[in-house]
């Protein structure tokens, strides 16, 4: 049925011509005559029925050009703004007064830089398969902008309580991320380094403690 529905979307998409011919063709045939329907039927084509399979290669005969000049559609336009945007923003995202210097820099598999801009980034990825509460946490760690003891420290909140629970003095990112007194690090990760996206996701798994609001800390001054 996505299938279906995909077919006689006339809005913009990738096959957006495919779906305006489809679209023409089904007009036609519905105004011939009072009463005309269609029924969808899912039978694999591989099963190649009879009369199903005839159907399936009348509806797959249908081909539509792309046009003298493909590149100028909307669909492609936009894909190209979203693009040039994309590596702009990656570009600006290099420099720390744009970035900012408390956001955590993480690495892919490879030992690239994960990159925040396009839709098939790792971020996404780690994002669509966390929970909301994780997301929340995983947030607040890459911002620095927790409820950890550097945070208290720098606003002046929690009476002044920032260090952590191993008796370091101040409870910093870094340190929760490596502290193996208080938090577990994660078993599945190949890569055992706190700066790749698989440790990081894989931390906050095991500690959902970690980077978590306990309780309100006592009012401050920033």
Known sequence: MASARRAVDPSIHAGQGHSVAVCEALQTWFTRKD??????????????????????????????????????????????????RGASWNVLFQDPEYRGRNFLQLKTVDGAVAQLGGKDNPWVHFANMSSPQLYARMCRCILNHAPIGSYYSRFNLNDGHTSCPCGCPLETRTHIL????????????????????????????????????????LAGVS
Not at 56 to 70: C, D, I, N, Q, W
């Open 35 to 84: 009463g005309q329907s269609i029924t969808f039927v899912y039978v694999p084509s591989r099963l190649q029925w009879d009369l199903h399979y005839k159907a399936h290669e009348y509806a797959t005969e249908l081909k539509v050009t792309l046009g003298p000049r493909p590149a100028t559609s909307f669909h492609s336009l936009r894909m190209q703004a979203a693009l040039a």
């Open 178 to 217: 490596t502290c193996k007194r208080t938090y577990r690090p994660p078993r599945t990760c190949e890569l055992m380094q706190p700066t790749t996206l698989c440790y990081f996701h894989s931390f906050l798994e095991m500690n959902p403690k970690a980077f978590a609001f306990r309780s309100a800390p």
